[in-house]
């Protein structure tokens, strides 16, 4: 069975995360990061693994500031 809010929700973390609309931090583990968002969900029927992947790979280069990083370097 589909979560439509559970699928909404994410579509828009995914969204205001590439947007850069969404501060998200590396935490003290290696591959987790946090951000404050106004609840908690969980991402359950609905949302396809490619999806949830896209998503980590956007936080991750946010979190990590991997952007600036190389803009630093072609400088």
């Known amino acids: 069975m589909e979560d439509y809010k559970a699928k909404e929700f994410f579509e828009g973390v995914l969204s205001k995360t590439r947007a850069g609309r ?3 931090q590396a935490t003290a583990v290696d591959s987790e ?3 404050a968002i106004g609840g908690v ?4 029927g609905g949302v396809p693994q490619q ?3 896209d998503l980590y790979e956007a936080v991750r280069r946010q979190a ?3 952007d600036d990083k190389i ?4 400088g």
């Open 51 to 53: 999806d949830l992947g």
């Open 64 to 66: 990590l500031r991997v």
């Open 33 to 35: 990061y946090i951000a």
């Open 41 to 44: 969900a969980t991402f359950d």
């Open 71 to 74: 803009d630093q370097v072609l």
């Open 22 to 24: 969404i501060r998200w």
